[in-house]
């Protein structure tokens, strides 16, 4: 038998992770076969009204939050005010990988376009967006006179990681964190992709009248590049905290948006690239 043959197709066991046939191959040349969890990651359609608008590649669950999120750091929407519906598609032939929002009539939809074009990978972030610039003009730089404490700021990376579930089990989610000024979590959300986990938060939070969120943080268990500082800018958020690094275009937007940009915030140190008068202590 060979090693093709012990593999089968992964198994659900949840929305958020299915269980894999996995050969182990042993340093004595000897394999075995084990069941290893292993994130899910499927296409979610998000429609305007019954019209197609984007395809995005992300972990099942909390798709309302990742659709409002999208909608919002997108610039179509501003808050919840502006959706009259979102929900699944039942003309879909896949509704649970369908979303449909309609709009509240203010926004005009001929002048709504997607500038993303085709499927947005997991990975992908600011792929398909025709200018910088023009993101850069939608958004006033921040103005907020939040701080938070640097041991409270230092503490944020383990109270994420106890909280990052599905990542226990398969090892290979990002996650995003809203936290208060005191360094309460308000809300976590894992996916496959890091700017979806974020949209997810920022749904969250827009529609839970959470909102927006100029007084609060937010922590990424990974890298931050330049679409995490643009989505966080379009929240309003002052402070963007990350365990790893930064991206060169990342550091020059947060500097010129008026955003505090931490990153390697590892106990007992942190670079700040950023505005850094809101650390304080």
Known sequence: MGIND??????????????????????????????????????LEIRIGNDPFVVTMRTPGHDEELATGFMITEGIA???TDFKEINRCKLSTNPENTIRIRLNDSIPLEDIQSNRFGAISSSCGVCGKTSIDSIKQAYPEIDS?????????????????????????????HSSGIFDSQGNLLCLREDVGRH?????????AALNDLWPLENHILLVSGRVSFEIIQKALAARIPIV??????SSLAISFARESG??????????????????????G
């Open 6 to 43: 012990l593999l089968l197709e992964p198994k659900p066991t949840s929305p958020y992770i299915v269980q894999s046939a996995v050969v182990r191959l042993h340093a004595d040349g000897s394999a075995n076969t084990i069941n290893d969890d292993v994130a899910v990651e499927e296409p």
């Open 241 to 246: 905290a990350a365990v790893s690094a930064p």
């Open 145 to 173: 006179k939040c701080v938070i404490d640097r041991k409270t700021l230092l503490a944020l990376p383990e109270i994420l990681r106890k909280n990052q579930v599905v990542f226990d089990r398969t090892g290979g989610l």
């Open 259 to 280: 955003q505090t940009l931490v990153g390697f915030l590892r106990h007992p140190k942190m670079n700040v690239y950023s505005h850094p008068q809101r650390i304080i």
């Open 78 to 80: 501003q808050s919840k």
């Open 196 to 204: 979806n986990a974020l949209d997810k938060v920022i749904g969250y």
